[in-house]
């Protein structure tokens, strides 16, 4: 008993003092190994896989009956199209930067008007059960139509090719948009209504003071699927419509024979897709970085 | 003043797939103003349909409830309701949360250094000035039971409801809660009416504490005066004869004359 008691009275005085001293520096030097370590494990995975798929592409495309250009083939012919991305020479030769933000600027266009446009109807049937009934139906049906086939309708419509790619952008990013928010303003707890009740908020106060941020995670899981689906549906729209744009851009090297160029622009195509709905997630993290429930 | 609140032949049923269930039958009781009221009786006797009846959040089905010389219909501010689950809102600060009613009901009457003043003046009266910057994430239970109550406070009502306050806090936290509510009762001299199934709660805060029977069609079966001096002491009183007869009427009428069946 009176060992225990000793044993436990020393220890501790011990550990204090062995830790007092070098707490600092050793904590700087650990906390610098833990980002390089952090960065390696992130970082060095991927490359050796990239590096990997490169190597067994070369080696299956380089037979002399390849259909495919291998990598080198593509950084000879397509490099400047990788490293100088603002080149602009005249007569629409320009870098695929510049192709990228036509294509972004009908994004931003046609996603900003189905959140405003799905935000807004996604509250409405979230509220109304009448709504909900007559319109769900409906919604779960054209959710469903492929984007493509919104085309040649938008094209009779409004004659013209930039404004029916940025509709079919926006048709094609609405559905998650509403149907998320509604599930989302559906299930708001009843005590926030009763709250709300009792103060007597309006429907435009109860609408941004309660019902957007506590319906915020929804939707943003709806914003973030409809970003993803955009940057889908503006490649199509675009192949087929024309004009500046990096779908179109694809269209036509095809047509020209440039394969390198099409492998080029697919690898922008994704880098800028995962940046979008990095972005979108990023701010939704920001946004609704209260709205854990209790 | 007598007849503060009256809730006068109040039925309230509610119907479900064509099946009406009565729960509420003949309720009937006036309320002074500065009293403080007890509501309690077995779970599923309807005492919450009761407050939610008084705060307007429900409609009666028949009778009428008349606070001061109006007709309650629909909530509203004068009626504020301390909700048993806090229902602060997460993702607004203890301080945003109660601005959120004082910008509502004092939006056009105080200037913004008399608002703030009066949100941090409720806060203090709870203690909780010092987590104005938190969110309720951050809090324990009882402070944001206490944010809910200052929350309520700051609507300046003519009465406060309390629907089961404390019910969902651990007992000493409940004992430094109902303090807080007797010492703010003691400066403020507000009406209140409160939902429990604490029996001690009941008689220790209360001017009269008001008996339900078991639903269906839960009446009031008796209402029990507490003839015991304010302020009132937690210590002192656990031995006083009045205070013991006070339970026990009580808990003879909820554990003998009415007991739960179902709970058996």
Same mark, same amino acid.
């Not at chain 1, 259909?67 to 320009?94: C, K, T």
């Not at chain 1, 309006?202 to 609408?207: G, H, T, V």
């Not at chain 2, 503060?4 to 119907?15: M, T």
């Given at each position: 008993?009176?060992?225990?008691?000793?044993?436990?009275?020393?220890?501790?005085?011990?550990?204090?003092?062995?830790?007092?001293?070098?707490?600092?520096?050793?904590?700087?030097?650990?906390?610098?190994?833990?980002?390089?370590?952090?960065?390696?494990?992130?970082?060095?995975?991927?490359?050796?896989?990239?590096?990997?798929?490169?190597?067994?592409?070369?080696?299956?495309?380089?037979?002399?009956?390849?259909?495919?250009?291998?990598?080198?083939?593509?950084?000879?012919?397509?490099?400047?199209?990788?490293?100088?991305?603002?080149?602009?020479?005249?007569?629409?030769?320009?870098?695929?930067?510049?192709?990228?933000?036509?294509?972004?600027?009908?994004?931003?266009?046609?996603?900003?008007?189905?959140?405003?446009?799905?935000?807004?109807?996604?509250?409405?049937?979230?509220?109304?059960?009448?709504?909900?009934?007559?319109?769900?139906?409906?919604?779960?049906?054209?959710?469903?139509?492929?984007?493509?086939?919104?085309?040649?309708?938008?094209?009779?419509?409004?004659?013209?090719?930039?404004?029916?790619?940025?509709?079919?952008?926006?048709?094609?990013?609405?559905?998650?948009?509403?149907?998320?928010?509604?599930?989302?303003?559906?299930?708001?707890?009843?005590?926030?209504?009763?709250?709300?009740?009792?103060?007597?908020?309006?429907?435009?106060?109860?609408?941004?003071?309660?019902?957007?941020?506590?319906?915020?995670?929804?939707?943003?899981?709806?914003?973030?699927?409809?970003?993803?689906?955009?940057?889908?549906?503006?490649?199509?729209?675009?192949?087929?419509?024309?004009?500046?744009?990096?779908?179109?851009?694809?269209?036509?090297?095809?047509?020209?024979?440039?394969?390198?160029?099409?492998?080029?622009?697919?690898?922008?195509?994704?880098?800028?897709?995962?940046?979008?709905?990095?972005?979108?997630?990023?701010?939704?993290?920001?946004?609704?970085?209260?709205?854990?429930?209790? | 003043?007598?007849?503060?609140?009256?809730?006068?032949?109040?039925?309230?049923?509610?119907?479900?797939?064509? +099946?009406?269930?009565? #729960?509420? *039958?003949?309720?009937?009781?006036?309320? &002074?103003?500065? $009293?403080?009221?007890?509501? /309690?009786? !077995?779970?599923?006797?309807?005492?919450?349909?009761?407050?939610?009846?008084?705060?307007?959040?429900?409609?009666?089905?028949?009778?009428?409830?008349?606070?001061?010389?109006?007709?309650?219909?629909?909530?509203?501010?004068?009626?504020?309701?301390?909700?048993?689950?806090?229902?602060?809102?997460?993702?607004?600060?203890?301080?945003?949360? +109660?601005?959120?009613? #004082?910008? *509502?009901?004092?939006?056009?009457?105080? &200037?913004?250094? $008399?608002?703030?003043?009066? /949100?941090? !003046?409720?806060?203090?009266?709870?203690?909780?000035?010092?987590?104005?910057?938190?969110?309720?994430?951050?809090?324990?239970?009882?402070?944001?039971?206490?944010?809910?109550?200052?929350?309520?406070?700051?609507?300046?009502?003519?009465?406060?409801?309390?629907?089961?306050?404390?019910?969902?806090?651990?007992?000493?936290?409940?004992?430094?809660?109902?303090?807080? #509510?007797?010492?703010?009762?003691?400066?403020?001299?507000?009406?209140?009416?409160?939902?429990?199934?604490?029996?001690?709660?009941?008689?220790?805060?209360?001017?009269?504490?008001?008996?339900?029977?078991?639903?269906?069609?839960?009446?009031?079966?008796?209402?029990?005066?507490?003839?015991?001096?304010?302020?009132?002491?937690?210590?002192?009183?656990?031995?006083?004869?009045?205070?013991?007869?006070?339970?026990?009427?009580?808990?003879?009428?909820?554990?003998?004359?009415?007991?739960?069946?179902?709970?058996?």
């Amino acid at each position: 008993m009176s060992a225990e008691a000793q044993f436990e009275t020393v220890v501790p005085a011990k550990k204090a003092k062995v830790f007092a001293f070098p707490a600092q520096p050793a904590s700087r030097r650990i906390d610098m190994k833990k980002v390089a370590t952090g960065v390696a494990r992130s970082i060095v995975p991927p490359l050796i896989v990239i590096l990997l798929i490169l190597l067994i592409w070369q080696i299956a495309c380089s037979t002399p009956g390849a259909s495919l250009p291998p990598p080198s083939v593509v950084w000879e012919q397509a490099g400047e199209l990788i490293w100088n991305p603002f080149f602009d020479y005249g007569n629409g030769d320009i870098g695929l930067a510049w192709r990228v933000f036509a294509s972004l600027q009908r994004v931003a266009v046609g996603f900003g008007l189905a959140a405003l446009v799905g935000v807004a109807v996604g509250a409405f049937i979230g509220q109304s059960v009448w709504a909900m009934r007559g319109l769900d139906p409906i919604f779960q049906i054209l959710r469903t139509v492929p984007p493509l086939a919104w085309l040649p309708l938008s094209l009779a419509a409004f004659r013209d090719s930039h404004p029916s790619a940025i509709f079919v952008i926006f048709i094609t990013a609405v559905w998650p948009v509403i149907i998320n928010t509604a599930v989302g303003v559906r299930n708001i707890p009843n005590d926030y209504r009763n709250v709300a009740a009792i103060l007597r908020l309006n429907p435009i106060e109860f609408f941004f003071k309660v019902m957007v941020p506590a319906a915020a995670p929804y939707i943003f899981t709806g914003l973030r699927i409809g970003i993803g689906l955009s940057w889908l549906a503006i490649v199509a729209a675009e192949m087929l419509t024309g004009g500046v744009g990096i779908g179109f851009f694809i269209w036509d090297a095809w047509n020209s024979s440039r394969l390198p160029d099409i492998i080029v622009a697919l690898v922008y195509i994704g880098v800028i897709g995962f940046m979008l709905d990095r972005l979108v997630a990023g701010f939704g993290a920001f946004i609704t970085r209260g709205t854990a429930a209790n | 003043m007598a007849g503060y609140l009256k809730i006068e032949h109040v039925d309230k049923s509610f119907e479900r797939n064509g +099946v009406t269930s009565e #729960v509420l *039958k003949d309720i009937s009781l006036e309320i &002074s103003e500065g $009293e403080v009221i007890s509501i /309690i009786g !077995h779970s599923g006797c309807g005492k919450s349909t009761l407050l939610n009846l008084i705060a307007g959040l429900t409609e009666v089905s028949s009778g009428a409830i008349v606070l001061g010389s109006e007709v309650v219909s629909g909530p509203g501010p004068e009626r504020a309701v301390v909700f048993q689950n806090h229902s602060l809102l997460p993702w607004l600060t203890v301080y945003e949360n +109660v601005n959120l009613a #004082v910008a *509502k009901v004092f939006g056009g009457k105080k &200037s913004k250094a $008399e608002r703030h003043e009066w /949100i941090m !003046h409720n806060l203090d009266l709870v203690q909780m000035g010092h987590a104005r910057d938190k969110r309720p994430a951050e809090i324990s239970g009882g402070m944001k039971q206490r944010v809910g109550i200052a929350r309520a406070l700051a609507m300046e009502p003519k009465i406060l409801l309390l629907d089961e306050p404390f019910g969902a806090l651990d007992a000493l936290t409940r004992a430094h809660l109902q303090d807080a #509510v007797m010492e703010i009762h003691e400066r403020l001299h507000n009406t209140m009416i409160m939902i429990t199934h604490d029996v001690d709660e009941a008689v220790l805060l209360s001017d009269r504490i008001v008996m339900m029977t078991n639903g269906p069609a839960a009446r009031i079966g008796e209402v029990l005066a507490v003839p015991l001096g304010r302020p009132r002491r937690r210590l002192e009183l656990a031995g006083d004869r009045t205070y013991l007869k006070c339970r026990e009427a009580v808990l003879k009428f909820l554990y003998e004359r009415h007991r739960f069946v179902e709970a058996a």
